[in-house]
């Protein structure tokens, strides 16, 4: 027998043994999606700075997440090396809008000084969820990472597991999104259940909501709040609409609607339409349900804040914490032009929702949480010093149990199963697995915040100041966050009565840091 004779058979072998090994793991969703032809992508990837730096982009091009950002998601998530070599590539001198966090020299917390000290830190939110309106399911959130809404319809059941368990694992919160509160969604993990314009989960057969269904709904799993969702940066305005195709008997049970149809979701809410009615639908879930109830928006018309707040103030009534999304934020889908234009970006929006609280002396008594890439440390840091109590993260969560960026969630054909309805294409992701990286993320991000924190000399994220960040101007100049968006001395931090108690729990273990021990493995 000839040489090639003998190779041909030998190949195919070795690549239907590859095919098996690829069908047969659990580690890698593109492998048992895609046997075989997966590993060109990997080793694309392996060559991939090579490649990029003579004939692409470059690590800080790609968007939403840069390689850079990306590859950190990865490494965290996997528990890999997550540092970077050499120093920044960023062109910190030339780039307006970059911000620089002030680290202290003697600062009040003093950092550990061993490196993987403050991965299993407690990182809870420094204010009480509830508390400053008497609720009476008032808690302290353990986390200041949570994972953000995104409902199972937009994700896979699959993916909506790993979330859920990961949140578990991380003890964190979960937020439902408005598709409903799934099967996979009861996997251990505790949630924010979200109320969008179509009720799903809590609706009659006509469409209407149902105090019943809600009450019945949060009885039955582990809803710590509840969220009213007026608006999404990506989409704002905007209804949604799920095909009759996509639309399972499982998604259909979820949302209380019928099987294989469109599924609409309206642009407007039908139980309130002003501020006035919005503040007596807030008061009625509370007291009938016990829980904390917010209010998730992008931002827009500032009238809408101003008229809220002045009627919180003058009413007593009031949302118990408010989620901002930034207009840089995600979507499972939505036409271009909203996803690009409207609504503002997450530190602009933010800063006018949180300076007209605090013009009414409401900023202490409300939780606010940030969302908008903000599952990236360094932007995360900001939103701290801006005044956010916590942090909802969205794609980054969807990168750390699998997605590569491929931008088709709005086709069905997520190639890693994390947004699709495809049974085979959700199959290839196995939710024990990525639930952990999902879990060792949040821990990441945690823990990085909690460093960036003590590099600040204070003890807890929320405790960053507005002093503590400039805003690049470009080469020679620089602007104190709080001149850049019109803050008074104080804004952007809890109470005082807050702040001694964060300090109190993350001091209770004893103080970190203190002199450096010898380190005879320091290597600079
Ligand atoms: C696939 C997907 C589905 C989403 N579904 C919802 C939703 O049901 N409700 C909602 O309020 N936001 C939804 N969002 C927005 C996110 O909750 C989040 O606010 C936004 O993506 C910003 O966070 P990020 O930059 O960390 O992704 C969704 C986002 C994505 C990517
Ligand atoms: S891999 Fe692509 S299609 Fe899938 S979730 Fe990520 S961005 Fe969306």
């Not at 990029?52 to 950190?72: H, I, K, L, S």
């Not at 990236?376 to 149990?401: C, S, W």
Request: net charge neutral; with cysteine.
């Amino acid at each position: 027998m000839s040489w090639a004779r003998r190779a041909v058979p030998a190949a195919v072998a070795a690549v239907a043994a590859i095919a098996a090994r690829d069908l047969l793991q659990r580690d890698h969703a593109l492998r048992r999606n895609f046997p075989v032809l997966a590993h060109a992508r990997y080793l694309i990837e392996s060559i991939g700075p090579e490649l990029r730096q003579y004939v692409v982009a470059g690590n800080d091009e790609e968007r939403p997440f840069t390689r850079d950002q990306r590859r950190w998601v990865y490494a965290s998530a996997k528990q890999e090396n997550n540092y970077f070599g050499f120093g920044t590539d960023n062109d910190i001198e030339h780039t307006a809008g970059y911000p620089i966090i002030k680290h202290r020299t003697f600062g009040r917390a003093v950092p550990p000084s061993a490196p993987g000290a403050g991965h299993d830190v407690t990182l809870p939110c420094a204010k009480v969820l509830g508390a400053a309106r008497g609720r009476a399911g008032a808690f302290r959130p353990e986390s200041v990472v949570n994972i953000s809404g995104m409902s199972f319809g937009s994700l896979s059941g699959n993916a909506v597991q790993a979330l859920n368990r990961g949140a578990a694992l991380a003890g964190c919160l979960q937020n439902t999104g408005e598709g409903g509160l799934s099967p996979h969604h009861r996997q251990g993990g505790e949630l924010v259940f979200q109320l969008g314009t179509a009720y799903f989960g809590c609706r009659d057969e006509r469409g209407r909501f149902s105090l019943e269904r809600l009450k019945d709904l949060v009885a039955d799993a582990p809803v710590r709040a509840l969220e009213i969702k007026l608006s999404q940066g990506a989409k704002p305005s905007l209804g949604g609409l799920l095909p009759a195709a996509k639309v399972s008997a499982e998604i259909a049970a979820t949302r209380g609607v019928p099987e294989g149809q469109d599924c609409v979701s309206p642009s407007r809410h039908a139980e309130f339409s002003d501020c006035d009615s919005l503040l007596d639908w807030v008061e009625l879930l509370a007291a009938e349900t016990g829980l904390p109830v917010g209010i998730k928006s992008a931002v827009g018309d500032l009238g809408f804040w101003e008229e809220l707040t002045t009627l919180m103030r003058d009413t007593g009534r009031g949302v118990d914490f408010v989620t901002v999304d930034g207009g840089e934020g995600g979507t499972g889908a939505a036409p271009l032009i909203f996803s690009d234009s409207v609504s503002l970006p997450f530190q602009q929006g933010f800063s006018r929702v949180y300076r007209t609280f605090a013009e009414r002396d409401l900023h202490e008594q409300v939780v606010f949480v940030g969302a908008g890439k903000l599952g990236l440390p360094d932007n995360a840091v900001v939103a701290f010093a801006l005044g956010a109590d916590m942090v909802n993260v969205g794609r980054e969560a969807m990168l750390a149990i699998g997605c590569i960026q491929a931008q088709k969630c709005h086709t069905d054909t997520c190639p890693t199963g994390v947004a699709t309805q495809n049974a085979w294409l959700a199959r290839g992701l196995d939710p024990a697995r990525k639930s952990v990286r999902a879990a060792n993320y949040i821990r990441t991000l945690r823990r990085d915040l909690v460093k960036v924190a003590e590099a600040c000399g204070v003890e807890h994220p929320g405790l960053i100041g507005t002093d503590a960040v400039e805003i690049l101007d470009g080469r020679t100049a620089s602007t104190p966050l709080d001149q850049v968006y019109g803050y008074r001395p104080e804004w952007g931090l809890p109470s005082a009565a807050d702040r001694a108690e964060i300090v109190r729990l993350m001091t209770a273990e004893g103080p970190r840091g203190g002199s450096a021990p010898p380190s005879p493995t320091a290597v600079g």
